[in-house]
């Protein structure tokens, strides 16, 4: 079956860096655009950075253009998330999802009905 298992969350001083990782089974890695959610307590989930099948392209919600880095690596069915400059408001449960013949933007806006797996998430807590 597909698992799509996230790691590399933790407790990080504003200002600081992680690097979050997203790796995904039982399925074809680079058939699926791939990308990064978060959804802190009390607040909606939002796109943070998805890309392409490939990783040609990339996408980016504004809060996070600069200090944010997306990539894979399909040999080794990774997906990566750069995260630099961190701040308090960064603080979030992040998800990866795995979308079927995605657009590399599908994190910017509506992608239901496609088929797709999330993972259970991993937590990212900035201290102030």
């Known amino acids: 079956q597909v698992q799509v298992v996230e790691s590399g969350g933790g407790l990080v001083q504003a200002g600081g860096s992680l690097r979050l990782s997203c790796t995904a089974s039982?399925?074809?890695?680079?058939?699926?655009?791939m990308g990064w959610f978060r959804q802190a307590p009390g607040k909606e989930r939002e796109g943070v950075s998805c890309t392409s099948r490939s990783g040609d392209r990339t996408y980016y919600t504004n809060s996070v253009k600069g200090r944010f880095t997306i990539s894979r690596d399909n040999a080794k069915n990774t997906l990566y998330l750069q995260m630099n400059s961190l701040k308090p408001e960064d603080t979030a449960m992040y998800y990866c999802?795995?979308?079927?013949?995605?657009?590399?933007?599908?994190?910017?806006?509506?992608?239901?009905?496609?088929?797709?797996?999330w993972g259970q998430g991993t937590q990212v807590t900035v201290s102030s």
């Open positions: 999802v795995a979308v079927l013949w995605g657009a590399y933007d599908f994190c910017s806006g509506s992608w239901g009905g496609m088929t797709h797996y």
């Open positions: 039982g399925l074809t890695f680079d058939y699926y655009a």
